[in-house]
């Protein structure tokens, strides 16, 4: 997803949200509005959210 394309107020929370440590995974589907953040998971639980985040048809 490109980022840019992103409302400002969403790019400033997802800033905000790497400051805190929290990592901010999209759907990259144009028009779906589900974000997944997490902050200190274990590299498979970061992998299972990525996965989920990104895969459209699971949400």
């Known amino acids: 997803m490109d980022r840019s394309a992103l409302p400002l107020a969403d790019r400033i929370h997802d ?11 999209r759907c990259p589907e144009p028009g779906c509005t589900v974000r997944i953040r997490y902050r200190a998971v274990t590299a498979d639980e970061a992998k299972r959210l ?4 990104i895969d459209h048809t699971r949400h």
């Open 15 to 25: 800033a905000l949200a790497l400051l805190t440590g929290q990592r901010t995974v």
């Open 50 to 53: 990525t996965d989920l985040a």
